[in-house]
Nanobody, 113 residues
Framework: QVRLVESGGGLVQAGGSLRLSCVPS????????MVWFRRAPGKEREFVAR???????YYADSVKGRFTISRDNIKNTAYLQMNSLKPEDTAVYYC???????WGQGTQVTVSS
C-alpha cells in the first residue's frame, strides 16, 4: 500500500520555525514533483510549494521568502522548512506526489500570536 506520511507539525509562537517532513512508503517518488498544500479551518485547500525531481522550486506568494521546500532523493523524503511563521499559517499541511492520488493524513501546524 502506497502512503505518504507527514510529520513535524506542532504549536509555535509567531516568528518561530518548524520543519515538516514527507516520507512516502510503498514506492519511491524521486521522479515526481512533490507538492505541499495546506488547509486552514473553514478554507479551501491551498497550494504552498512544489519541487521538481531536479530541485526546481516554486512557492505561493504568501510563503515566498519564509518557507523553503527541499528533497532528499536518497532518503525519498521531501521537506518544508517554515520560518517567520504567522498566525495565518495555521493549517493542516499535506504533501502530495503531483498527478497522483497519494496523500498523507496531514500534520497540524498552529501558530499563536
Amino acid at each position: 500500500q502506497v502512503r505518504l506520511v507527514e510529520s513535524g507539525g506542532g504549536l509555535v509562537q509567531a516568528g518561530g520555525s518548524l520543519r515538516l517532513s514527507c516520507v512516502p512508503s510503498g514506492r519511491t517518488f524521486t521522479s515526481y514533483v512533490m507538492v505541499w498544500f495546506r488547509r486552514a479551518p473553514g478554507k479551501e485547500r491551498e497550494f504552498v510549494a512544489r519541487i521538481s525531481s531536479g530541485g526546481t522550486t516554486y512557492y505561493a506568494d504568501s510563503v515566498k521568502g519564509r518557507f523553503t521546500i527541499s528533497r532528499d532523493n536518497i532518503k525519498n523524503t521531501a521537506y518544508l522548512q517554515m520560518n517567520s511563521l504567522k498566525p495565518e499559517d495555521t493549517a493542516v499541511y499535506y504533501c502530495n506526489a503531483q498527478g497522483t492520488n497519494y496523500w498523507g493524513q496531514g500534520t497540524q501546524v498552529t501558530v499563536s500570536s
